[in-house]
């Protein structure tokens, strides 16, 4: 079976411009997390969203990150426009809907904005 | 709000050694949920173990056995006979009760496996 899929899995722009990430959980999943890990702050959840709805976006930075579920089988996270603050390893993970089922992650994609 | 604290930033051991990895959590929640989590040189993250705050069994798979203590909130994992593929960063995480699925991670330990 397919585990979490994850593109660009790498990303360079250039201060100011759009970035997309995309995520692709695993069939079957309800519930999708957006993680992003550097080194100053360790891993740490943007948003999460169950059945398609966003349930907990507290650790969205600002007004420059927003995310999307539009179906099952698919979510984005963008920021417009990047600084080089955002920098860092972004994680896509899937579960089971409900408390307690464990997270499987998607291979990241590694954003530098210059 | 819930916490994890993994207090060795770094471990190396010789192979074959045994060693332990702590965890201690922190969560006001009665229903929660304890992970421990792989990341290997190429930086993905692996799903090791998850256990409930109901079972406070001790579990073994292979070579890999983890402690769960409720009394002292810890969730210790043991690598017993050490090999260099264990060489990784290792974190643990807490979720809690619907709603609070997020998984708080402690900050790793990373540990290096001397031939």
């Known amino acids: 079976d397919a585990g979490v899929i994850q593109s660009p899995r790498h990303e360079v722009t250039e201060m100011g411009q759009e970035v997309t990430l995309r995520c692709k959980p695993i069939s079957g999943h309800n519930s999708l997390f957006w993680y992003r890990q550097t080194m100053m702050r360790g891993l740490e959840l943007l948003i999460y969203?169950?059945?398609?709805?966003?349930?907990?976006d507290s650790g969205m930075p600002e007004d420059r990150f927003s995310a999307k579920m539009p179906n099952a089988s698919f979510s984005t996270l963008k920021i417009q426009p990047s600084e080089p603050r955002d920098s860092a390893v972004y994680f896509c993970?899937?579960?089971?809907?409900?408390?307690?089922?464990?997270?499987?992650f998607g291979p990241g994609t590694r954003l530098t904005v210059t | 709000a819930q916490k994890v604290t993994q207090a060795q930033t770094e471990i190396s051991v010789v192979e074959k050694e045994d060693v332990t990895l702590d965890c201690v959590y922190e969560?006001?929640?009665?229903?929660?949920?304890l992970f421990w989590y792989k990341q290997p040189p190429s930086g993905e993250l692996v799903f090791l173990i998850r256990r409930n705050s109901f079972d406070e069994q001790n579990e073994i798979s292979g070579r890999y056995s983890w402690n769960f203590q409720k009394s002292t909130s810890s969730f210790n994992f043991t690598i017993t006979a050490s090999q260099v593929v264990d060489s990784a960063v290792y974190f643990c995480a807490l979720s809690g009760n619907f709603g609070n699925e997020k998984l708080t991670f402690g900050t790793g330990t990373r540990l290096t496996i001397i031939p």
């Open positions: 969203f169950n059945n398609n709805v966003p349930i907990d």
């Open positions: 969560t006001r929640d009665t229903t929660y949920y």
């Open positions: 993970a899937s579960s089971l809907e409900g408390q307690g089922y464990e997270q499987y």
